[in-house]
């Protein structure tokens, strides 16, 4: 019977999907994320069918309905009706009470098997009810085709309401744009997870991503740069129509829209087009490295403020926010002390130092907002110098500033690095793209605690929420923003809507599960753990009589895999439970599957039998051979048949002469490229790993780690090699030039050497 129907469906319709979903493991149990106040199961479910109706009588809250109506029509073919009058069963009524004991955000879910009624003060709180609602449903319900399936919901009873008023996501679209369709899709999935606020960070030292009719050279010069390799970035920018679009779709999904324009830093790119807003002059060109530019707003130059006046005069009635952020971090002072105007403004204005200049130069701004009766939300460097009366804080660097400015009775928004900023690695350095840096795993982003512990506890009602971050300088395409945001997005709405006492990390990964497959619904481009090893990985493994492979994830999912050359499917691969043994060379490929069946990408691990390779040399040179090659170089073999601008002996890698200048000031002048060539002294006969983020090493002549062409701020390559005893000839070479946004020559951080016997 079902073989037909199923049959009949495929005739009828190639997008119709059948199958039964509330099986799927996923599907288990209560899966509402953030989870609820309280939530009391009952007996029984109540199914909802084609014939379902929503009963609502007042137009806001009719508004959310069809909202839902639409989003239900998607997944299941069914085109639920409203009427006023309720039926005596089969229905889902909706229902603002003004009176009731919960938040402006908060609702009341009753499901029996007759009906459900949702209860709320306002429309958002209606919007928030029928979310969970979905959440009850089948993950299926997010589907964006129609799934044959029983959309059963369990008998409940919800009581809920945030914990903080505001749950945030930042977004920085100038180091790589994102279009308004990919927003949207954010938007969308955003408030499926309750998440209330998009802070949206539109100008940059690498770009400006804000149409201005009154300063036209900002949407030709601001908007496009020339990366190191050459080409042409942009130009990328929001039109104000754009701009008018997002907030009124965010503001369908209760979410307001913060608009960040950044000041007295972070602005190279519009004075790439009107330089003479800085206190030098420029030229400039859009910036194409990240880091801290020197080149800042001028301080001293009225005409400054008439043009960032202008501007947030020109950006305010885009947005409906009462808030406007105006950046205010990392805003390096050099320029301001060594500049006439910007001296003269400390004199007349009787301030301290530099410190007190930027203080003053917010407050200047801070009185454009307030006119606007708009308030200010600046990051955790504004407190240095003197805070601005009115502003908000987002405490970024740790907690610290978000503490002090609450005990100032401030009110902050928590965004700390170590457990916010999701433009981390959220798994091993060696098997997740290059980031940035860091590591902040699911795990860690739920841990966090908005509410600092060092906070005085009359002034936790400062603390007005958290917010995760997602900067864009290692996210090159939009798949792998999504990468980066997701789950840990998810992560952060329990932390700001949930209270303390019911975060449950296992409950958390469990019904995490449920959350991804809503997210393919959405077609969202998420985290899932690829297999690691305990101590480092490695994807390159010498040995000389066996290999122990041991892997593992940073949460629990299945690793699949195979020693065959083919890539792990559910059908041709073993499920890894214990370390592997390997005596022979082989190629190992590994994996890790979802419940729902879906894969990450696929690692592929060398295991190398080998001998000891003996000694090449038996007198050395002590130390390194150094070769200067000055300019720009992007291939190892554009060095051959060059002479070398300059050559040294060097006692240690440490000693290299020429490194990577700071990068407010670096010009194409400091490019230097070095090779390096000496002999390593192995200890014992032994298999050694090497560890580089130069661009090529070689031992006893031949290559062993091969990074040329790729973003390599962190050491990302690793091999070992079976080495005897005594000397051995090692080469590294590290070209100087820019790739991907970061200057690539010797700078001791970017470029580790890890000798590493095992
Ligand atoms: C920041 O991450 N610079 C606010
Ligand atoms: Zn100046």
Redesign the pocket.
Known sequence: MRTFRTLFILLLSVSIISCKTDDKSYNQGINITPKPMELMQKDGKFTLKNTTVFVVKDEPAGKVVDFFISKIRRSTGYSLLKQQDKPSGNYIAVNIVSAMELNDEGYTIDVTGNGITVEAKTPQGVFYGLQTLMQLLPAEIESPEIVKTAWTIPNVSIKDEPRFKYRGQHLDVCRHFLDVDYIKKQLDVLAMFKINKFHWHLTEDQGWRIESKKYPKLNSASVKRTEGEGNVYGPYYYTHEQIKEVVAYAKERFIEVIPEVELPGHGVAALAAYPEYSCTGGPFEVRNIWGVSNDVYCAGNDATFTFLTDIIEEVIPLFESDYFHIGG??CPKGRWEKCPKCQARIKQEKLKDEHELQSWFIGRIEQVLLKHNKKMIG?DEILEGGLAPSATVMS?RGEQGGINAANMGHDVIMTPGGWLYLDHYQGDQMVEPTSIGGYTTLEKTYSYEPVPEGLDKDKAKHILGAQA?V?GEYLYVPEQTEYMTYPRIIALAEVTWSRKEQKDYKDFERRIENQLVRLDGHGINYHIPIPEQPKSSSDFIAFVDSAIVELKTTRPVKILYTTNMEEPTADNSKEYTAPLKFSENAVLKVRSALPSGKMSVVRTITLDKQTYAPATASEVTPGMKAEYYKGKYFKVSELEGKTPDETEQIESLRKVKYRIPDYGEIGEEDFVSVVLTGNINVPDDGVYRFSTAADGLWIDGKLLIDNEGTVRKNVKSDKSIALAKGYHAIKIVRLGNIIGGWPTQWDGVGLKMEIQKF
Do not use: R
């Open positions: 971090d990392e990051w970024w971050n900067w």
